[in-house]
T-cell receptor, first 113, second 115 residues
């Protein structure tokens, strides 16, 4: 079945360092989205990358998509303590004419001040 | 503007009781989604409403779960004869997307504890 799996499951870095997390999936997708979840603000959409795109930027976030490898990466540059959260990828795909959406299991990021 | 709201924020119920969880989506959003999230886990899709189309119920784990969306706006998720394994955070989201799921805006969730 279609599933996004994030890697690593947990990541701990020092403030100012870059954080990279990866997402792999199994079948062709329409788009892939990254979300952040922390206790203060709940689940928040970060960025959407379509299947015909290879890279997108938003502030300190950079997302790449490699459809040949069925994988995506999220890079957070110059991390801050406020970036501490769980990060999820979600893939949208179509099966039998129906849109489906699967969230991965998440990467828990801890940024140490 | 107002975001997605959910009520109650917390619900503790005894095993075997029925519960109703409410979601108020962002005004004008045609799509509404329910997920549940167990502690430390990812999101499990439950049901998806899009406009006046028949809902996609493929994620509902059993016939004890049902949901409705009245007037294309507010939605209620009902769990009958609750079991301890139903304990989780139930998240609702809405989006403008009419083709595909698009960017979803999530509510704060309802934490359900079945004792």
């Amino acid at each position: 079945s279609q599933q996004g799996e994030e890697d690593p499951q947990a990541l701990s870095i020092q403030e100012g360092e870059n954080a990279t997390m990866n997402c792999s999936y199994k079948t062709s997708i329409n788009n892939l989205q990254w979300y952040r979840q922390n206790s203060g603000r709940g689940l928040v959409h970060l960025i959407l990358i379509r299947s015909n795109e290879r890279e997108k930027h938003s502030g300190r976030l950079r997302v790449t998509l490699d459809t040949s490898k069925k994988s995506s990466s999220l890079l957070i540059t110059a991390s801050r303590a406020a970036d501490t959260a769980s990060y999820f990828c979600a893939t949208e795909y179509t099966t039998s004419g129906t849109y489906k959406y699967i969230f991965g299991t998440g990467t828990r990021l801890k940024v140490l001040a | 503007g107002a975001g997605v709201s959910q009520s109650p924020s917390n619900k503790v119920t005894e095993k075997g009781k029925d519960v109703e969880l409410r979601c108020d989506p962002i005004s004008g959003h045609t799509a509404l989604y329910w997920y549940r999230q167990s502690l430390g886990q990812g999101l499990e899709f439950l049901i998806y409403f899009q406009g006046n189309s028949a809902p996609d119920k493929s994620g509902l784990p059993s016939d004890r779960f049902s949901a409705e969306r009245t007037g294309g706006s507010v939605s209620t998720l009902t769990i009958q004869r609750t079991q301890q394994e139903d304990s989780a955070v139930y998240l609702c989201a809405s989006s403008l997307a009419t083709g595909g799921w698009g960017e979803q805006y999530f509510g704060p969730g309802t934490r359900l504890t079945v004792t």
